[in-house]
Structure formats: structure tokens, C-alpha cells
């Protein structure tokens, strides 16, 4: 597709149910990050997908989430037993490359999906 | 620690004034800088981008930003603002760590209001 596409676009959940966010990277990026955008804060990151490497999952706030990623495509985020605190816009993106060295690859945002959690 | 500051929430300008959004950084190196916007209901993209040489960086919609490492500041600026630049703008950092990944740290944001 042209862009990276998120699906939902919005999703409303019970406290305690599971979730699970999809992200379409924008084809041929090798790069996949998931960031998450609370209320009035700035972008947090979550995880990050290189090619085959293994994930970076050094954002994820606790066990209750997991992401992942097929090849050089789709990638799910999941949330289970969701909480309150977790409502946010998650926000994916994809680039080229992931490297410092490749930094003329921007990332490319999706338009997020925006969970909120009763 | 590393981090980025956006000092203002909240900016209100009249459309065809000059515009400047402050972004202050704490990095233990050289850092990457990066500013992008966030317009409503369309996903962030990137104005501009510095990775070293002339601190004076030129981006998109007629938006630069200028590097002051004794400072640690990247501010952006726009010298006659439009009221299509009405938007939410991040300022961010990276490289992290030692893997050189693409991670990067975001600032709070600036909404920027322009009035007719």
C-alpha cells in the first residue's frame, strides 16, 4: 500500500479483556516500531522489528504485552488483561533500514489505533 | 539520562507571524534530531532531520531548525506560518544505546493554534 495502515482505527475494551493491534508496514521496510501515545505525552517507544533479527522488546512496559511480526510484514500488538492506564493511541511505523547509518530512511507513521479501556 | 524537552504545551500565533517551538535535549553524545509533525487525524511525518555538518537544517513547508550543541536546543522555526500549519509538533532524539537501532525519544509535543 502507500502508507503504513493500522487496524482498528479505534477500539473500546473491558478492563481485563485482551486486544490485538495490526499494523500493514509499508512494503519492502525492513523496520517496524510500535510506540505508544498517552494523553498529553510525548511518543513512548514499545518494541522494534529488524528483518530476521531478534526483536528489541526493551519498551514494553510489562508481560501483559507482546508484538509480533511475520517476516517483513504484518505485525500484531497484543495486550492482554488490559488496564485502565493502558488506553492510548498506539502509533506504528516502518522504515527501510533500522540503522543509525541509514538515518535518510525516516520513519513512516501509521494513523494509529486509539484503545480505550472502561 | 537521555530525554527531550518541549517547554511549551500550547502555542497560539497569528497566521503570517513568525514562529519558533523549543526543544532542549539531554544526550550523552552527538545526537540525531529529529522534528515531526502530527496533523489532525493523519499519522506523524518528518519536517527535517539533523545528523551533523551545517547546524542549519532546511525541511519541508518552508520549516528549518537550528542546532546549538552548547545549547542542546534544535528549535524549530518558520518564518510566516499558514493556517494549514496548525498542528501537533514532536521533537525527538536517537540513536539509543549501543544496537543503533531507530528507537527514538520523543518529546511531549507543542500543539500549535493559528488564528485567522
Known amino acids: 500500500g502507500a502508507g503504513v495502515s493500522q487496524s482498528p482505527s479505534n477500539k473500546v475494551t473491558e478492563k481485563g479483556k485482551d486486544v490485538e493491534l495490526r499494523c500493514d508496514p509499508i512494503s519492502g521496510h525492513t523496520a517496524l516500531y510500535w510506540y505508544r501515545q498517552r494523553l498529553g505525552q510525548g511518543l513512548e517507544f514499545l518494541i522494534y522489528f529488524q528483518g530476521n533479527s531478534a526483536p528489541d522488546k526493551s519498551g514494553l512496559p510489562s508481560d501483559r504485552f507482546s508484538a509480533e511480526r511475520t517476516g517483513e510484514s504484518v505485525s500484531t500488538l497484543t495486550i492482554q488483561r488490559t488496564q485502565q492506564e493502558d488506553s492510548a493511541v498506539y502509533l506504528c511505523?516502518?522504515?527501510?533500514?533500522?540503522?543509525?547509518?541509514?538515518?535518510?530512511?525516516?520513519?513512516?507513521f501509521g494513523n494509529g489505533t486509539r484503545l480505550t479501556v472502561t | 539520562a537521555q530525554s527531550v524537552t518541549q517547554p511549551d504545551i500550547h502555542i497560539t500565533v497569528s497566521e503570517g507571524a513568525s514562529l519558533e517551538l523549543r526543544c532542549n535535549y539531554s544526550?550523552?553524545?552527538?545526537?540525531?534530531l529529529f522534528w515531526y509533525v502530527q496533523s489532525p487525524g493523519q499519522g506523524l511525518q518528518l519536517l527535517l532531520k539533523y545528523f551533523s555538518g551545517d547546524t542549519l537544517v532546511q525541511g519541508i513547508k518552508g520549516f528549518e531548525a537550528e542546532f546549538k550543541r552548547s545549547q542542546s536546543s534544535f528549535n524549530l522555526r518558520k518564518p510566516s506560518v499558514h493556517w494549514s500549519d496548525a498542528a501537533e509538533y514532536f521533537c525527538a532524539v536517537g540513536p539509543l544505546g549501543s544496537s543503533n537501532t531507530g528507537k527514538l525519544i520523543f518529546g511531549q509535543g507543542t500543539t500549535l493554534q493559528v488564528k485567522p
Open positions: 511505523a516502518s522504515s527501510l533500514f533500522g540503522k543509525a547509518s541509514s538515518y535518510n530512511s525516516p520513519l513512516h
Open positions: 544526550y550523552g553524545a552527538t545526537p540525531y
